[in-house]
Every structure is written in structure tokens, then in C-alpha cells.
């Protein structure tokens, strides 16, 4: 599986982006997904994870109630949709993934296997 992101932008304080992450291959439904941000001067950090089937997500405190994390294992492709965005969202957001079908979604970067390159999400206030 090789991961493409996108949809990343300029999006003004309380506005929404939704980000896709495109995999390759014929068996993403057997990959857990994550994505993850890093902000200059700043470790990179969990967001949001979703199992294999889409039965269990995660999210980072600092975001949930605003961001999702759907899955569409038709298209390959796993969504970040972000709302109520705030300027400390500003960050680069990367998705990564792992095969695995284990049902307690994955919230720590190194257990993730394969990673995007990266989509840059900016939030002016």
C-alpha cells in the first residue's frame, strides 16, 4: 500500500476541510488507518485512528466533537473532516497506516508502518 494526501489549504478560524488519504492496493480494508499532524517546532502527534472495518475510532482530546474520521473501503480512501477549525489546528497532517485487523483503533505513530507525505492545513484567526 503507498498513501497520498490531500486537501489540505487556507481555511479561515471556524471553517471546515476535509482531507483524503488514497491508498494503493487491493487490500486496504485489511489496513488500520491514522492520521497524525506536526506543527513547526512541535512533535508530530496523534489525531484521529479508525480500525481496519471501520467498527472503532480514536480521537486526540483536542479534537474531538469537531473532527471525523471516515473510511470508504470501495474507494481505498480515508477522510479527515475538520470542522470548527481553531489556528493552533495549523499543521502538516499526515496519514499512515498498518495491516493489521485488530479492533481497538491505533493511536501511537510507531506501531504505523506506511505514511503519506503530508498535506500542510492552515488556520488564520
Known amino acids: 500500500v503507498q498513501l497520498q494526501a490531500s486537501g489540505g489549504g487556507l481555511v479561515q478560524a471556524g471553517g471546515s476541510l476535509r482531507l483524503s488519504c488514497a491508498a494503493s492496493g487491493r487490500t486496504f480494508s485489511s489496513y488500520a488507518m491514522g492520521w497524525f499532524r506536526q506543527a513547526p517546532g512541535k512533535e508530530r502527534e496523534f489525531v484521529a485512528a479508525?480500525?481496519?472495518?471501520?467498527?472503532?475510532?480514536a480521537y486526540a482530546d483536542s479534537v474531538k466533537g469537531r473532527f471525523t474520521i471516515p473510511r470508504d473501503n470501495v474507494k481505498n480512501t480515508v477522510y479527515l473532516q475538520m470542522n470548527s477549525l481553531k489556528p493552533e489546528d495549523t499543521a502538516v497532517y499526515y496519514c499512515?497506516?498498518?495491516?493489521?485487523?485488530?479492533?481497538?483503533?491505533?493511536?501511537?505513530?510507531?506501531?504505523?508502518?506506511?505514511w503519506g507525505q503530508g498535506t500542510q492545513v492552515t488556520v488564520s484567526s
Open positions: 479508525i480500525t481496519s472495518s471501520g467498527g472503532s475510532t
Open positions: 499512515a497506516s498498518k495491516l493489521t485487523r485488530t479492533t481497538v483503533p491505533i493511536t501511537t505513530a510507531p506501531r504505523y508502518t506506511i
